[in-house]
Structures are given as C-alpha cells and as structure tokens.
C-alpha cells in the first residue's frame, strides 16, 4: 500500500511541476527555441506523472494527453515552422503514450 501512495504522491508532484515548466516556457519568450524546449520538458514531465498516477480511461487521463500533445505540437512546429510535420508527430508520440498507458 506505501508503493501506491508514494506513486500517487510523486505523480501528482510530477503534475504540479509538469505545468510549472510549460507555463513558464509558454509565457517567458513566446516562439523561440529556448521556450520551446522548455515546454518539451515540461510535457514529458507530464507524462511521467500521467504514468505513475495510473488514471483509468477517464476525462482527466485525456485531458492531461492533451495538454502533452499540445507540448509537443508546439515543440516541433517551432522547431521546423511546418504544421502538418509538427501535427502528425504530436499525434504519433500521444498515441504511443497512449497505448503505454493502457498495456504496462
């Protein structure tokens, strides 16, 4: 039962510090590369909380893949200035975190 709790406890941590970063990326230098890796790392951050939290299939499990998805959609279309590059590799990485989610 400690396990579950300690898990429960970081990933909420991981949340909290998760949107921290993104927010912090997001409104410190709007469009530039260093904003945009900020944000990257504040997604991934996300995602480890997501996976040690262990939500099942409910809105606040998809809600968090969306704020991920939008991360990294930002990420890479300031990375390359091309959308349909930057849509379909947020889309690719989501849908793999979302099946990591479901079969771990």
Excluded: C
Excluded at 27 to 42: K, N, R
């Amino acid at each position: 039962m400690r396990a579950n709790q300690f898990a429960f406890a970081f990933g909420i941590f991981a949340l909290i510090v998760g949107v921290i970063v993104d927010l912090y990326g997001v409104f410190t230098q709007f469009g530039t590369i260093d904003s945009a890796q900020e944000v990257l790392v504040g997604s991934f951050i996300l995602g480890i909380g997501l996976a040690f939290l262990s939500i099942p299939n409910r809105l606040e499990r998809y809600i968090v893949q969306g704020i991920i998805g939008i991360g990294i959609f930002y990420y890479f279309y300031i990375q390359n200035n091309n959308i349909w590059i930057a849509l379909i590799v947020a889309f690719i990485l989501v849908a793999l975190l979302e099946y990591g989610l479901k079969h771990r």
